[in-house]
């Protein structure tokens, strides 16, 4: 399990608070310096919730905006893992590309199932060292709060679904360069949700790129790649 460098930027507090500042109509002051590329990108962000969901209105972002400038480097390239068919297609697809993998404590496993979590992250951590790959386990409590807020940011499928992901993987910055977040739907049956090709990308800044992942192909055949495995079928988890 990786315990490496977190970002201090104030990015993830932009994707983490966006949602729930639209949801109660209040605009969003936030203490330190976002990327200009996230900060432009909240217009076109905000436009797309409005259009989706109920219930959100436009706000204003109270921010410093920080200096940076793209970089080709060494950091490495992380996957959200949950075990699941969808995380499962990406790895596969992406392995010789993958470096780290992101495992959420309090996404869809809530923190206080520890024997739960427990269990997942001993598949998780078996599933890395097959594939020779970092492992992050991340703990959050960002889905309980959205949650008090309002139902619908229920992250695991719901309205900040994407928000979350996102607001880890600009976190997590300093490590990884670009991160993939597997998608749930293929191209032919998109709907409007939380993480969608449209949405997902926007959260990304100068720092890290955020990829959604897998829309070319539908759960029959990303289970018939993944049928191929022996350590996914071993591990296969199913959300919920």
């Known amino acids: 399990v990786c315990r490496g460098p977190v970002s201090h ?15 109660v109509g209040s605009d969003l002051r936030i203490k330190g310096s976002v990327s200009p590329k996230l ?10 919730i409005k259009a989706w969901f109920q219930g959100y209105t436009s706000i204003s972002i109270d921010t410093e905006i920080s200096n940076r400038a793209e970089s080709n480097d060494q950091r490495g390239v992380g996957a959200f893992f949950s075990l699941g068919i969808d995380a499962f297609y990406t790895l596969l697809k992406h392995q010789n590309e993958i470096t780290t993998l992101i495992f959420i404590h ?62 880890i993987a600009l976190l997590l910055s300093p490590q990884l360069k670009k991160v993939f977040i597997s998608s749930s739907n293929p191209y032919n049956v998109l709907i409007p949700t939380g993480s969608h090709p449209m949405l997902d990308p926007l ?38």
């Open 9 to 23: 930027t104030a990015d993830v507090f932009l994707a983490g608070g966006l949602f729930p500042a639209m949801k």
């Open 106 to 167: 309090g996404f869809d496993i809530p923190l206080d199932n520890r024997v739960f979590r427990d269990r997942a992250s001993r598949h998780v951590r078996e599933v890395a060292a097959a594939f020779g790959k970092v492992l992050v386990e991340v703990e959050t409590n960002l889905p309980e709060y959205l949650e008090k807020i309002s139902p619908s940011f229920v992250p695991a499928g719901g309205d900040a679904h994407g928000a979350v992901l996102a607001s």
């Open 39 to 48: 900060l432009s990108a909240t217009n076109t962000i905000q436009d797309i």
């Open 203 to 240: 959260w990304s800044t100068e720092d890290v790129e955020i990829v959604h992942d897998g829309c070319k192909a539908n759960r029959v055949k990303k289970t018939a790649l993944i049928a191929k495995s022996e350590i996914a079928l071993r591990n296969l988890r199913v959300c919920f």
